[in-house]
T-cell receptor, first 115, second 108 residues
Framework: NAGVMQNPRHLVRRRGQEARLRCSPMKGHSHVYWYRQLPEEGLKFMVYLQKENIIDESGMPKERFSAEFPKEGPSILRIQQVVRGDSAAYFC?????????????FGAGTRLSVL | SQQGEEDPQALSIQEGENATMNCSYKTSINNLQWYRQNSGRGLVHLILIRSNEREKHSGRLRVTLDTSKKSSSLLITASRAADTASYFCATDADKLIFGTGTRLQVFP
């Protein structure tokens, strides 16, 4: 039973390029969350999606960032025209349900480096 | 704004000693969770305590929750070198709000 799978593990982009981060949730999970972690800091919530719907995107920057979770396939976090400040570890988590019993299972993360 | 704040920021102990980490939060919660993050890895869920619970055990872990003080503590007994990691508390039901973590180093 595979856990949350993220790819790539490491991604290097030059300023102005696009970054696409993928997340396949655990089998049977329909809730996906994206977090960003800067060095020496905790994780910051970005967006919460349920199949085909964005439930909460209050942590997403207003520009250049978008996320989707299509009916088929992985969730994608897309960063357009990357800047050096986008360099961070991006973690995806999934859960089977929402609510007070919500336990999120995390992937190993994608480390984005912007040159 | 950050909801959880862990204290201390860093903790160094010898194998066999107990490690206690604290977490304070600001608003009312449905539950509080503790996670561990090994260097360069994703987070691993350790334990969840609901707002109507005061204490919970899981193996060498003991978590307490005091909703009147809006605080929680994580106790790791008989620590091992493999416990070396960062520990985060997280609150809320849907979007977890993490503190900055306690970096625990256990020396053999």
């Amino acid at each position: 039973n595979a856990g949350v799978m993220q790819n790539p593990r490491h991604l290097v982009r030059r300023r102005g390029q696009e970054a696409r981060l993928r997340c396949s949730p655990m089998k049977g999970h329909s809730h996906v969350y994206w977090y960003r972690q800067l060095p020496e800091e905790g994780l910051k919530f970005m967006v919460y999606l349920q199949k085909e719907n964005i439930i909460d995107e209050s942590g997403m920057p207003k520009e250049r960032f978008s996320a989707e979770f299509p009916k088929e396939g992985p969730s994608i976090l897309r960063i357009q025209q990357v800047v050096r400040g986008d360099s961070a570890a991006y973690f995806c988590a999934s859960s089977a349900s929402q609510g007070a019993k919500n336990i999120q299972y995390f992937g190993a993360g994608t480390r984005l480096s912007v040159l | 704004s950050q909801q959880g704040e862990e204290d201390p920021q860093a903790l160094s102990i010898q194998e066999g000693e107990n490690a206690t980490m604290n977490c304070s939060y600001k608003t009312s919660i449905n539950n509080l969770q503790w996670y561990r993050q090994n260097s360069g890895r994703g987070l691993v869920h350790l334990i969840l305590i609901r707002s109507n619970e005061r204490e919970k055990h899981s193996g060498r872990l003991r978590v307490t929750l005091d909703t009147s003080k809006k605080s929680s503590s994580l106790l790791i007994t008989a620590s091992r070198a493999a416990d070396t990691a960062s520990y985060f508390c997280a609150t809320d039901a849907d979007k977890l709000i993490f503190g900055t973590g306690t970096r625990l180093q256990v020396f053999p």
